[in-house]
């Protein structure tokens, strides 16, 4: 990467080392992230239901291997793992490029038991369609609740393997483990190659997966169902706003031509005045054509259609 470029985008120099790191390897792992105080809070929040879970049904999620989401309604603390400002300066490095803002994708306990195989090798970006290899859809962050070792199932990553997307599977050998503690954390691109890793070891391993996507894309968990405006509405306002209570600009998710952060309102009005929601290029051509300088393709543009096919 160019060190202008990366200077330009990353001025904060500890975060621009890491995201050099996560953009060439397709991923990167920061140690002593959080304290691990707070890793043992959410581990205790969430705990009963770690229990009482049943595993998982399928190949791929694991059938040693326990999930749930929905995890900003089950831990206060684990709003620490999803708003982390270092974590959030690199996603928005990787993401920002692509969309005007980005989103919570999921937020994911994972608890692979003692037996478990190793997961299909996969890309997270497979689930939606589009071009792969020319941007970049969603990154993950893996937050470890248990240390993470080759022997009990940490993450397994290829190395490079966001540049290959002709290939979908590389030899084990070419594989590097996700070897951390607690308090650290792994991101990983949504094009680099991974998969949960067996666990050969007597204990579980334990894990939070937090994942942001673009802001145009359909979000892994339905967040707003999740949290619904009376849930969202005791959230600090980024975090309300990176579940979907926010507007990609131009205007795309809005709720009566406002953002549906309007709901997060006490008293939400029954009439409500829509709203545009420009991006700052739209705004100044709707202000040159104001002035008569400007085609009337190019406004055509502002609702996505193809100037030429307009034409
Ligand atoms: O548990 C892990 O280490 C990775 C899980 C994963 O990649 C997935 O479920 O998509």
Redesign the pocket.
């Known amino acids: 990467m160019d060190p202008k470029f990366l200077e330009a985008m990353m001025p904060d120099v500890v975060a621009a080392s890491y995201f050099a790191r996560l953009m060439a390897d397709g991923y990167c792992i920061i140690p002593g992230a959080l304290d691990p105080r707070i890793g043992e809070q959410v581990n205790c929040e969430l705990e009963s239901r770690f229990v009482q879970t049943p595993f998982c049904k399928g190949a791929f ?1 694991g059938e040693t291997t326990k999930r749930f989401g929905s995890l900003l309604n089950r831990s206060q603390a684990i709003q620490s793992f999803v708003l982390n400002p270092l974590v959030l300066k690199l996603v928005q490095g990787a993401l920002g490029p692509h969309c005007d803002r980005f989103n919570l994708n999921l937020t994911q306990a ?1 608890e ?1 038991h003692p037996g478990a195989p190793a ?1 299909f090798a ?1 890309r ?1 970006q497979a689930m939606w369609g589009g071009p792969k290899g020319e941007l970049e859809y969603l990154v993950n962050v ?1 937050w470890p609740l248990t240390p993470f070792t080759a022997e009990n ?3 397994v990553l290829w190395p490079g393997s966001h540049r290959k997307q002709d290939e979908a599977f590389l030899p084990a050998e070419d594989s590097v483990v996700a070897a951390m503690e607690p308090g650290s954390v792994l991101l990983f691109l949504g094009s680099t190659l ?4 067996a666990n050969r070891s007597n204990a579980p391993r334990r ?1 939070i ?1 937090v994942s942001y996507c673009l802001g145009w894309l359909r979000q892994f968990e339905t967040q707003m169902l999740n949290y619904p405006p009376a849930v969202a509405r005791g959230f600090p306002r980024e975090l309300a706003e990176l579940i979907g209570y926010s507007i990609h600009r131009p205007n795309l998710g809005n709720y009566e031509g406002q953002s549906p952060a309007v709901l997060l309102e006490r008293d939400v009005p029954d009439f409500i005045q829509a709203q545009d929601a420009l991006t700052p290029e739209q705004q100044a051509m709707i202000a040159q054509l104001e002035k008569g300088g400007i085609a009337m393709d190019a406004v055509r543009n502002i609702r996505g259609h193809n100037a030429q096919a307009a034409a």
């Open positions: 999620y994972i692979i997961q996969h997270d893996m199932g940490a993450t991974h998969a949960g890793g894990g997966l």
